[in-house]
């Protein structure tokens, strides 16, 4: 006996093929706005005009890179120096200039290259105009245009419903409320949400900066540099080292001025050669330069970065989880038998098939290789419509054949009634024990997907339609795997990231798939209807396991967060709208460029080629980029130690400051600025490891104590040995001489391991520092020459047992304080 369904299509065309539309034909199809009606609107500025960028203006890279706080106190430094002279004494200033010109030139850089990618990740809502419909972009939507909406669409502006085929929204992006809504004609849509089944469109009611989202979207899609433990450990280390500089700058002034009663130009010289170091002025511009170069990298191989620290992140994850559909398999797949059962009509079975494809105007990979398998015979008329959806693991409709037999064997629909059929998983739409799901295990076993094609005598909007229900056939999908899906899994097993694979499909169809992929217990599966509600539980069982399959986007959600519980750092990927809450609540989320736009919105990473072989790619960025910056940061903070410790001492002792600016500029150049951005941007495959301010600290802290004192040592040396009026500039060459060689030695610990190009390095400082000894007019530049035999030959000797006593400290660190 079966029921005539009533139609919720509202509007003719939005519920997918001809015989849809004709039965829908109670009202006509809205056009949307005329050419005339959009000009009038745009030149009223009722536009989508939200900036949404994917990396910050120009304006903004130049202010940051340009207005900083060390900046400012560097620059009121070199102004003194320039009013007091000589100007070499000023090239501290030069330096600064030409880092921040290195650092917005790549910035800028990275934004075009942001924005190129952008452009091809960008969202194209479908509008309708002048009756027909096109994709245009987000920004060119105005008010009171007809928006057309599908499944893992996403809602771009306020609107109202305006034609509905089963229309589900999920709104918990905006409010929490985890369960979709179904939408009805005249309700509201809020931008923000988006589709999970069914389809529709909605006219625009609120658009810009107006919509309910408009702000969150901004903010979501803008280059951002937050939320990073290399950033936020950065920041810390400065705002330490203005606590240390403040006072002993106050007091270096104040002993230079009033207790030694030097001239005032050489107190101000001595005074700011003991300033200027204290500062890691370059710390914070190679942090952005190897970003962005990451940045520029990635971008190479068409992967779209959308918050800056998702390259940072990705390599500290430990669980990665997967969606199999779209990132070990392929989008596509192929119909690789249809299975008949009850006796039913092959052919009939077929023309059903080829409707409920036809019904549905933005069909799913599964229901797209049904459709290419069975074309639609024209015979069928759908009368309503259930839409597939992820939660309920089944799509549905209505069919009533031409000739009014509606029943795939010959029976039922005589009377020119519909007849009820659904499509969806063998396993939630039959009970357990049911012959036809044996066939369904041994098909999912071989890594083979299996739909179930079955009617019933229920209405579609009975909540039980779904129950004793007919089977008709089966439905069996070869799935393709990726090529490069394997290797992926192997790199994350080898770099011990655990994988974890949770999918809507059947567990063991899921596992077979994942086994041929040579993923580590994938033979282990697990049913997720099965799985603990409680948080702590399901986090047991998720270690335990690697396989879950019949997963809902809601129990995503929460196995992210159960992991996160346990102290993980989750990355998640996915394309489907599925995928949404999962990918939003992990600490990283990845999206395939392919994917529905929903998910493309809330990941920090798109695969714009939907290659998860770049997965591997933005792990070695991150790891170049956390490595690097350790050892960067390393050398910067020993200077900054040994600077203040150097003030605070000749503070103390009442003697003037050793150095000029020019020499700790030059040595500065050559032991950490040079050597520093060629190891920022240097290869580096070392794991990533927490705790970046401790494991700075504990290593620069000593260096720097133990630089400086060999330093100051050596200068009290030369203050016994030389005498006479010219005994100051012998005394500050002899002290630089053993300050460089100290330096020299942390240099070339912070490079190891050592290549090739980094023994270069640290030779060609050494060089570049006895070029300047053995030129006479760099002598003269530098005011740095060495004067007799003993007292350098004592430097040398100073800075040896230096070198011994680092060794010593930086092997018993590691051991004593292991990462």
């Known amino acids: 006996m079966t029921q005539r369904a009533r139609t919720e299509v509202e509007g003719p065309g939005t519920g997918g093929g001809p015989a849809a539309r004709q039965d829908a034909g109670d ?214 080292v203005t606590w240390m500089m403040v006072p002993t700058a106050i007091g270096l002034i104040l002993s230079h001025l009033f207790t030694l009663n030097m001239p005032g130009d050489a107190a101000v010289r001595r005074m700011v050669a003991g300033i200027v170091p204290m500062i890691p002025e370059g710390l914070v511009l190679l942090t952005s330069v190897a970003f962005a170069v990451g940045v520029i990298r990635l971008g190479h191989k068409q992967c779209l970065v ?118 969806g998983a063998p396993d939630v739409l039959l009970p357990s024990g049911d012959p036809a799901l044996a066939d369904t295990e041994e098909l999912n076993a071989q890594g083979l997907r299996v739909l179930l094609l079955a009617r019933t005598d229920r209405g579609l909007k009975d909540p039980d339609v779904a129950r004793e229900v007919e089977p008709a056939a089966l439905v069996v999908l070869e799935q393709r795997l990726r090529p490069d899906a394997a290797e992926t899994l192997r790199y994350f097993e080898e770099q011990g990231v655990q994988a974890k694979v949770i999918s809507g499909d059947n567990a063991v169809s899921v596992g077979a ?16 209807r099965e799985l603990p509600s409680e948080k702590d539980e399901m986090a047991g069982a998720l270690e335990d396991a690697t396989v879950f399959g019949r997963v809902t986007p809601q129990q995503k959600r929460e196995m992210v967060g159960a992991l996160q519980s346990r102290g993980h750092t989750v990355a998640m990927t996915g394309d489907g709208v599925n995928d949404v809450l999962a990918l939003k609540d992990a600490d990283i989320g990845v999206s395939m460029g392919a994917g529905s736009e929903a998910t493309r919105a809330v990941a920090q990473i798109v695969l714009l080629d939907n290659s998860f072989a770049t997965l591997p790619s ?92 060999a330093a100051f040592v050596t200068y009290m040396i030369a203050r016994a040995h030389y005498t006479g009026p010219d005994a100051l500039p012998a005394e500050t060459s002899a002290a630089t001489l053993t300050l460089f060689l100290a330096a020299m030695w942390v240099l070339a610990i912070i490079a190891r391991p050592y290549t090739w190009w980094r023994i270069g390095l640290v030779l060609a400082m050494a060089a570049g520092f006895l070029v300047v000894l053995v030129t006479p007019w760099l002598q003269h530049f530098f005011a740095l020459r060495l004067v007799g035999t003993t007292m350098p030959w004592a430097a040398v000797g100073i800075a040896a047992v230096t070198a011994v006593a680092l060794e010593f400290t930086w ?6 304080f292991p990462d």
């Not at 398998?373 to 597939?388: M, N």
């Open 513 to 528: 798939v994942a086994g041929k992929l040579g993923l580590p217990g994938a033979g282990s599966t697990v049913d997720a």
């Open 306 to 423: 959308q918050e800056l620290p998702a390259i940072e992140g990705l390599a500290r994850v430990d669980v990665v989880c997967l969606d199999k559909t779209g990132t070990l398999t392929e989008g596509g797949m192929d119909v690789g038998e249809l299975r008949t059962l009850n006796s039913c009509d092959e052919q009939r079975i077929k023309e059903v098939l080829g409707a409920l494809g036809a019904s549905d105007p933005r069909p799913n990979a599964s229901l797209q290789a049904i459709i290419d398998a069975y074309p639609d015979s024209g015979r069928w008329h759908r009368t309503d419509a259930l839409p597939f959806s992820s939660a309920r693991k089944y799509s549905g409709a209505a069919l009533r054949e031409a000739d009014g037999d509606g029943g795939a064997g010959g029976k039922d629909g005589a009377d020119g009634q519909s007849t009820t059929w659904l499509l």
């Open 27 to 240: 009202q006509p199809r809205h056009p949307g706005l005329s050419a005339d009606e959009v000009a009038e609107r745009v030149s009223r500025g009722e536009v989508n005009d939200v900036p949404v960028r994917s990396s910050r203006s120009t304006s903004d890279i130049v202010r940051s890179n340009v207005f900083t706080r060390f900046n400012a106190i560097i620059g009121v430094l070199f102004v003194i120096i320039l009013i007091v002279g000589p100007i070499q004494d000023g090239l501290f200033g030069f330096v600064i200039v030409a880092n921040t010109g290195i650092g917005i030139v790549q910035e800028l850089r990275a934004k075009k290259t942001l924005d190129s990618l952008a452009v091809i990740g960008e969202a194209r809502p479908k509008v309708r105009r002048d009756g027909e419909t096109a994709e245009i972009p987000t920004s060119e939507v105005v008010l009171g245009d007809v928006i057309e909406l599908g499944p893992g669409d996403k809602v771009i502006v306020d609107g109202e419903v305006l034609e509905t085929d089963g229309l589900e929204v999920d709104e918990s992006l905006l409010t929490g409320e985890a369960d979709p809504v179904l939408k009805k004609t005249g309700e509201t849509l809020m931008s923000g949400s988006f589709v999970v089944a069914g389809g529709g469109a909605f006219t625009a009611t609120k658009v810009g900066r107006e919509a309910y989202a408009a702000r969150l979207a901004e903010e979501a899609s803008r280059f951002t540099l937050v939320h990073s433990e290399l950033r936020t450990g950065i920041s810390k280390i400065l705002k330490y």
């Open 618 to 709: 933005v792990v070695a960025e991150g790891r170049r980029v956390i490595g690097n910056i350790t050892r960067v940061a390393t050398l910067f903070l020993t200077k900054t130690v040994y600077s203040v410790l150097l003030a605070i001492l000749v503070a103390c002792w009442q003697i003037p400051y050793p150095y000029l600016p020019r020499h700790l500029t030059l040595l500065s150049t050559l032991t950490i600025g040079v050597p520093a951005f060629f190891l920022a941007l240097a290869p580096n495959k070392e794991r990533a490891k927490p705790h970046f301010v401790r494991r700075v600290m504990r290593y620069s802290v000593p260096s720097g104590l133990i630089t400086g004192v």
């Open 811 to 816: 092997r018993w660190t590691a051991r004593r």
